[in-house]
């Protein structure tokens, strides 16, 4: 009987062992997750999770006793130490589990502060798992002062809830614009000046130069030379893949584990999905780290280790809720250099639309569905309409899908 063991209890690991058993595989499915509940949602956690209005079982991606009744072994709480390729075992929890395919989920860690400039003080937290949350989740009492580092979107979702919730926030971006890294200056504009009319100081082109406390952060001193004092610090600055149990193994690694287009690794018994693997795109590579990606990925993993040999194209799109702000984007706006600005049908709704040259690359629609959903279309579709005909307000967009 074949045997697959996942190593990683998230998005993509759950989603690859559903897909396993839907399309029929009969073998033995082994998935190994670090933390001390069933695979979760991730999303809610800096949104709805801590604001109290989801609670802990709604975030579980399927209940527990699914895992059971599909015959997919799950164990909880548990860190696979090793990958003897040569004996095909991890070795888990110190025992040994042998694999015919094994499919590495790891997903990503967050960067931390370093320790030199007061990171690890107690109140510096991350937003990564269920942990991270719980353990800040206390510290959202009204007028609280927090300090948050880094104007990307987990930063900007922090600053939200944290708004909302009535704390005194202040964000520092050390790049010139919050979202500099992944969106174009008329998108940061937009959430600039809606996190500012919720009371959000944000502080662009100013840098963290340290924390500052006896034991517990009180205190921060920029890069520009002003100080302000806080009860406690959300580090937003990124993620990188989770690579540390690949790479002890000898499996080749770039911008995250090296995969080929059907999701192998370079040991044609190990797969990776998710945001810890990377994998061919047009002339180069891309690491996506998005919920739909984890999905389609690992569920197109699942296949190929069934046989099917369906390479992975990507079909980008992501999301970030703030404040009553829904942000959908598609596409990926790599290399654009120009962006169409077109106002909504209802007040407060924006979509920005990136091109290269006369090619679409990408939608940011805030408040819009609309826009992101037939711009997603048009793009999947590889269809371009001219810019003039998108930037103006009369253009019925359905229309641009017959073009």
């Known amino acids: 009987m074949k045997k697959v063991v996942v190593v990683g209890a998230g998005q993509a690991g759950s989603s690859l062992v559903a897909k396993l058993r839907n399309e029929g595989f009969t073998g033995s499915i082994t998935l190994i997750g670090e933390e001390h509940v069933p695979p979760y949602q991730r999303p809610p956690l800096s949104k709805k999770y801590l604001l109290g209005e989801m609670d802990l079982e709604r975030l579980f991606l399927r209940p527990e006793s699914f895992y059971s009744e599909n015959g ?21 929890g110190g025992q040994p589990v042998a694999y015919d395919d094994l499919v590495l989920t790891t997903g990503s860690v967050p960067r931390r502060l370093p320790g030199a400039i007061g990171g690890e003080l107690d109140g510096v937290y991350v937003v990564r798992d269920l942990k991270d949350v719980d353990a800040m989740a206390p510290e959202f009492r009204d007028g609280a002062r927090v300090l948050i580092v880094g104007g990307g979107y987990i930063g900007l979702e922090a600053a ?17 614009r919050i979202l500099q890294r992944v969106a174009a200056p008329e998108t940061s504009d937009f959430f600039r000046n809606l996190h500012q009319s ?32 806080v009860d406690f610090v959300i580090v937003g600055v990124g993620i990188s893949p989770a690579t540390a149990l690949a790479e002890a193994a000898g ?31 047009k002339d180069g590579r891309l690491r996506l780290e998005s919920v739909p990606n984890a999905i389609d ?38 290399g654009y250099d120009r962006v169409i600005t077109r106002p909504g049908e209802k007040d407060g709704a924006v979509s920005f639309w990136y091109y290269k040259d006369s090619t679409l690359l990408a939608v940011d629609a805030a408040n819009d569905p609309r826009a992101y959903m037939i711009g997603k279309r048009l793009i999947e579709g590889g ?5 003039d005909l998108v930037a103006d307000p009369k253009t019925d967009l359905k229309a641009l899908m017959k073009a």
């Open 160 to 176: 939200a809830v944290a708004a909302k919730k009535g704390l005194k926030v202040t964000l520092v971006e050390m790049a010139d």
């Open 251 to 281: 499996i080749e690694i770039d911008n995250g584990i090296k995969t080929n287009e059907m999701g192998q690794t370079s040991d044609p018994h190990i797969w990776a999905a998710g945001d810890c693997a990377s994998f061919p795109y």
């Open 383 to 387: 269809k371009s309409p001219a810019p």
């Open 297 to 334: 990925q690992a569920e197109c993993v699942a296949q190929n280790i069934m046989g099917a040999q369906i390479p992975y194209v990507p079909k980008p799109w992501f999301w970030s809720d703030q404040y009553d702000t829904k942000l959908q984007i598609a596409g990926l706006n790599t």
């Open 72 to 92: 997919i072994t799950l164990h909880l709480d548990e860190v696979v130490q090793s990958i003897d390729r040569s004996d095909k075992v991890v070795i888990a």
């Open 198 to 229: 919720h009371g959000v100081d944000i502080r662009e082109g100013v840098g963290l130069d340290r924390l500052t406390g006896d034991g517990h952060v009180s205190g921060a001193k920029l890069t520009d030379g002003s100080t302000l004092e």
